[in-house]
């Protein structure tokens, strides 16, 4: 099955400082590449996503890129701020026997910003 | 529009005891899943339904763990017995539908979440 290994596991950033999370994933044939925010004690929530079909997503603050060839896609967040705290869990959608695909995630990356 | 409705949102139990989780979708979403979050880790799929069938189940421990959603729409899942690393958040979420396709995949929205102790 699919495996989807994320770094750092911890980032520490001053406020207005970029924030890069990376992803890597097994399966080639993942064309769906979600990324969640979860604030503490609350519910994962879809910040950005990114299609196979697609190398490079922006979202104001917020872009992902995608390399299919090294099967790794990253998360940048630019111009931090203290609301950006949170763990962020980068996916992968991966297609099972049944044809309805899946998502694996990562293990999550808990950002802090520092004011 | 509502969001994904989950209770309880709390449940201490002791070990060997059995549990229930309900899950209401957002209303027309055909593909509900339920996930297991252990402390520090991501989401882990336990079952995915499309409608009222099981598309994905393989990481469900089918010994304890038990999920249906009868008529497409509400779902539950039910842990008996309990052990102590069943200990987690349960997580429903739904989307529209997921399929294989590029074109063919729909955000999935999460609910609040169960958290579950087993002592």
């Known amino acids: 099955g699919e495996n989807v290994e994320q770094h750092p596991s911890t980032l520490s950033v001053q406020e207005g400082d970029s924030a890069v999370i990376k992803c890597t994933y097994s399966?080639?044939?993942?064309?769906?590449f979600p990324w969640y925010k979860q604030e503490l004690g609350k519910r994962p929530q879809l910040i950005i996503d990114?299609?196979?079909?697609?190398g490079e997503k922006k979202d104001q603050r917020i872009a992902v890129t995608l390399n299919k060839t090294a099967k790794h896609f990253s998360l940048h967040i630019t111009e931090t701020q203290p609301e950006d705290s949170a763990v962020y869990f980068c996916?992968?959608?991966?297609?099972?026997?049944?044809?309805?695909?899946?998502?694996?995630f990562g293990k999550g990356t808990m950002l802090l910003v520092s004011p | 529009e509502a969001g994904v409705a989950q209770s309880p949102r709390y449940k201490i139990i002791e070990k060997r005891q059995s549990v229930a989780f309900w899950c209401n979708p957002i209303?027309?979403?055909?593909?509900l899943y339920w996930y297991q979050q252990i402390l520090g880790q991501g989401p882990k799929l336990l079952i995915q339904?499309?409608?009222?069938?099981?598309?994905?189940d393989s990481q469900l421990p089918k010994d304890r763990f038990s999920a249906e959603r009868l008529k497409g729409v509400d779902s539950t899942l039910k842990i008996q017995p309990a052990k102590l690393e069943d200990s987690a958040v349960y997580l429903c979420?739904?989307?529209?539908?997921?399929?294989?396709?590029?074109?063919?995949?729909?955000?999935?929205?999460f609910g609040p979440g169960t958290r579950l102790t087993v002592t």
């Open positions: 979420a739904s989307s529209l539908k997921l399929g294989w396709g590029t074109e063919d995949i729909y955000e999935q929205y």
């Open positions: 399966d080639s044939a993942s064309n769906y």
């Open positions: 990114i299609r196979s079909n697609v």
């Open positions: 996916a992968a959608s991966t297609g099972g026997d049944s044809g309805y695909s899946t998502l694996t």
């Open positions: 209303s027309g979403h055909a593909t």
């Open positions: 339904f499309q409608n009222n069938g099981v598309v994905d």
